[in-house]
C-alpha cells in the first residue's frame, strides 16, 4: 500500500510540475477575451456618451418580472416610454397589451436587435418603437406610463427629471430598485422581481406636504 501511495503522489506531482500547454493557454487566454467583449457589448452600452454618474449596465428582466410589471400596467392607456429598453421584452409585453410603446436605448447593437425582433413580430411603429439615444436628453412629457430598470446610483436624478416632465395623470414603474422618497400607489412581487407603481399626482402631493412648513399655530420650538 505505501508503494501506490508513493507512486500516485509522484504521478501527481510531476503533472503539477509540467507546463500548461501552449495551445491550452491560447485557448483559455481567447476564451476569456471573447466574454470580455461580448460583455463590454453588451453589458456597457455606450458609456462614453453617458456621464459617469448616470451610467448602467444591461440587466434584462426576468420573465416574473416583466409580469409583476404588467400587473402594475393593467387597465392603463395612452403611450409608454421604456427608459434603457435593452433587448425590448417590456416594450414587446406592453404593446401587446394595447399601449403604444417607444424603448430608449443607448447601445445601438442591442436597439436595432429589438428593432428586428419588432419586424418579426409584425408591429408596427406606431405600436412598438425603438430608438437608439439617450433618454436623459429626451422631453417625456408625451408619455403617461415609464417603466425602468436601472440602478439605485441614478433614481434620485431620474426622479428629479419626471418630477419636471411628466404629467400628472402618469404612472412610473421602478423595477427592482425604487424612488427613495417617492411614496408608491402599488407594489408587485418581491426581491429582484419586486416593482413599484408611483402615480405622479400623488407623489407630487406627498412631497409638497413634506416642503410646506406648518401653520405658526402648530409651530413647536
Same mark, same amino acid.
Given at each position: 500500500?505505501?508503494?501506490?501511495? +508513493?507512486?500516485?503522489?509522484?504521478?501527481?506531482?510531476?503533472?503539477?510540475?509540467?507546463?500548461?500547454?501552449?495551445?491550452? #493557454?491560447?485557448?483559455?487566454?481567447?476564451?476569456?477575451?471573447?466574454?470580455?467583449?461580448?460583455?463590454? +457589448? !453588451?453589458?456597457?452600452?455606450?458609456?462614453?456618451?453617458?456621464? +459617469?454618474?448616470?451610467?448602467?449596465?444591461?440587466?434584462? &428582466?426576468?420573465? #416574473?418580472? #416583466?409580469?409583476?410589471?404588467?400587473?402594475?400596467?393593467?387597465?392603463?392607456?395612452?403611450?409608454?416610454?421604456?427608459?434603457?429598453?435593452?433587448?425590448?421584452?417590456?416594450?414587446? %409585453?406592453?404593446?401587446?397589451?394595447?399601449?403604444?410603446?417607444?424603448?430608449?436605448?443607448?447601445?445601438?447593437?442591442?436597439? #436595432?436587435?429589438?428593432?428586428?425582433?419588432?419586424?418579426?413580430?409584425?408591429?408596427?411603429?406606431? &405600436?412598438?418603437?425603438?430608438?437608439?439615444?439617450?433618454?436623459?436628453?429626451? =422631453?417625456?412629457?408625451?408619455?403617461?406610463?415609464?417603466?425602468? !430598470?436601472?440602478?439605485?446610483?441614478?433614481?434620485?436624478?431620474?426622479?428629479?427629471?419626471?418630477?419636471?416632465?411628466?404629467? =400628472?395623470?402618469?404612472?412610473?414603474? %421602478?423595477?427592482? !430598485?425604487? !424612488?427613495?422618497?417617492?411614496?408608491?400607489?402599488?407594489?408587485?412581487?418581491?426581491?429582484?422581481?419586486?416593482?413599484?407603481?408611483?402615480?405622479?399626482?400623488?407623489?407630487?402631493?406627498?412631497?409638497?406636504?413634506?416642503?410646506?412648513?406648518?401653520?405658526?399655530?402648530?409651530?413647536?420650538?
Amino acid at each position: 500500500m505505501d508503494d501506490i501511495d +508513493v507512486i500516485l503522489q509522484d504521478k501527481r506531482l510531476r503533472l503539477l510540475q509540467q507546463p500548461l500547454s501552449p495551445i491550452f #493557454t491560447a485557448s483559455t487566454g481567447a476564451l476569456l477575451l471573447g466574454v470580455y467583449r461580448l460583455w463590454t +457589448v !453588451f453589458a456597457l452600452p455606450g458609456f462614453r456618451k453617458v456621464p +459617469v454618474n448616470l451610467k448602467v449596465p444591461f440587466l434584462p &428582466s426576468g420573465k #416574473t418580472q #416583466t409580469q409583476n410589471v404588467m400587473k402594475l400596467l393593467r387597465g392603463r392607456r395612452g403611450c409608454l416610454v421604456d427608459l434603457g429598453s435593452g433587448d425590448g421584452r417590456l416594450v414587446f %409585453a406592453a404593446s401587446h397589451a394595447g399601449l403604444r410603446c417607444t424603448g430608449y436605448e443607448i447601445n445601438s447593437i442591442l436597439t #436595432t436587435s429589438a428593432q428586428v425582433r419588432a419586424w418579426w413580430r409584425g408591429l408596427s411603429p406606431s &405600436s412598438a418603437s425603438f430608438v437608439s439615444g439617450d433618454f436623459w436628453k429626451t =422631453d417625456l412629457s408625451d408619455y403617461n406610463n415609464v417603466t425602468a !430598470f436601472l440602478a439605485p446610483g441614478v433614481m434620485d436624478v431620474l426622479g428629479e427629471k419626471l418630477l419636471k416632465e411628466l404629467p =400628472d395623470d402618469a404612472r412610473v414603474i %421602478a423595477c427592482r !430598485f425604487p !424612488f427613495p422618497d417617492w411614496p408608491c400607489s402599488a407594489s408587485e412581487g418581491q426581491g429582484l422581481d419586486q416593482v413599484w407603481a408611483y402615480d405622479m399626482g400623488a407623489v407630487r402631493g406627498c412631497l409638497l406636504q413634506t416642503l410646506m412648513p406648518l401653520p405658526k399655530a402648530e409651530t413647536q420650538c
